[in-house]
């Protein structure tokens, strides 16, 4: 898998979607759109280009449950039955994110199909002289996860929580053993 890539991608993708719901509704920005209108576009993404992203054809399944906590964001089975799990938070708090980690920790398989891979996902709504520093990113130091890149991207964003602040929109994509 290639994790520059996937990651560049998704963070294009939200820039974008940012740049055409403020064309809709100025002053809005990507906080504007729900967390499952984000994942299946991320979805969409991952599938439209599986074989540089997964390097093999997948089936993409949205919101498919796996018994170990409420449905998966997304999940990817290739042609050998093995498992590309996906889990998502948009604008959430550090203790939604343990819960969405916690849950890929446990999982090793299901139904004889083992997981190749998981991962997690955190677009972040963060103050833009915050950045890195913000309080969720830190608080997954100590997690055991893989952070995918070396360096989070960010992009300048409205958001009506905080109509008076600099915001960012703040990409984390992390692997998880």
Not at 97 to 117: A, E, G, H, T, V
Not at 126 to 135: R, Y
């Amino acid at each position: 898998m290639d994790y520059e890539y996937t990651y560049n991608k998704i963070f294009n993708l939200l820039e974008n979607e940012d740049a055409s719901i403020n064309l809709l509704k100025p002053k809005a920005g990507i906080f504007f759109a729900p967390e499952l209108y984000l994942v299946f576009q991320i979805g969409r993404l991952l599938k439209t280009h599986e074989l540089k992203v997964f390097g093999e054809e997948v089936c993409w399944l949205r919101e498919y449950s796996l018994n170990n906590g409420g449905p998966t964001d997304l999940l990817f089975k290739n042609k050998d039955g093995e498992l590309y799990v996906f889990e998502c938070k948009v604008a959430s708090k550090l203790s939604l994110y343990f819960n969405d980690i916690n849950k890929l920790k446990k999982l090793c398989s299901y139904r004889k199909n083992p997981i190749k891979q998981k991962f997690f996902i955190a677009i972040v709504d963060v103050f833009s002289n915050q950045g890195l520093n913000d309080g969720r990113l830190t608080g997954l130091k100590d997690e055991h996860i893989h952070q995918l890149i070396p360096k989070f991207k960010m992009f300048h964003t409205e958001y009506s929580a905080y109509p008076s602040k600099d915001n960012s929109c703040l990409l984390g994509m992390w692997k998880v053993s």
